[in-house]
């Protein structure tokens, strides 16, 4: 079983590991070589590509062509977004962080899917530009292809950046009236907190998913809805 999560919008530019990127052997790293191209002969659009400033994008375009040569942090220190700081990992056992290790997998425009122990450098690049939900798709598809069980917890833009053969898409919903609507930033609290939950209790059965209780959000053999 492989539990699926996004990366966060928010990052530490700090660098834990004083290796740089080029040094390790990361697996997709022929492709964000690619990247690397498809961004240099987009330097003209770089505002489109980040959605911000002139200036900031000009940024945000060096830090990424400068990636190989970047010193790295492991991908869970890099991530500091909502979900992150409810996942709390410092606080797992070992056990957990093994569980945590073997089953996460976090999607990421510039690196496609990381391990929470995989180095990486600081970066800024999102997987709705530059059509690299297409890009990713055959290599993370054939990544995976073995797993039995699939927990996806992405958005629904990552969610288009692979395939697989038996997926359970989890989504956090509140219920107003007789509608449920997406829980929104407040999902991405819960979202942390269950998979804080499924790494301190090493949750390998859907029928554990019952179990958690946050909030007042419980499971429905679908979803959880509040």
Known sequence: MLILIPPSEGKSSKNTIS??????????????KQIIEILKNNNEEIEKVYGTSLEKSKELQKKNLEVFSSECSMAIERYTGVVYNQIDWKSFSEESKIYFNSNIRIFSGLFG???????IPDYKLKMNVLGLTKFWSPFLTKEIYK???????????HRKAYEHKNIKKVNFYIKKGDKLVSAGHHGKVVKGQFINFLSINCITNLDDFEKFKYDDYSWDGENFIK
Request: aromatic share 10%.
């Open 19 to 32: 290796t740089k990127f080029t040094e390790t052997n990361f697996i997709f790293s022929e492709k964000v």
């Open 113 to 119: 899917m990381v391990k929470p122990n995989t180095l």
């Open 147 to 157: 797993e039995d069980l699939i927990i996806d917890l992405l958005p629904e833009i």
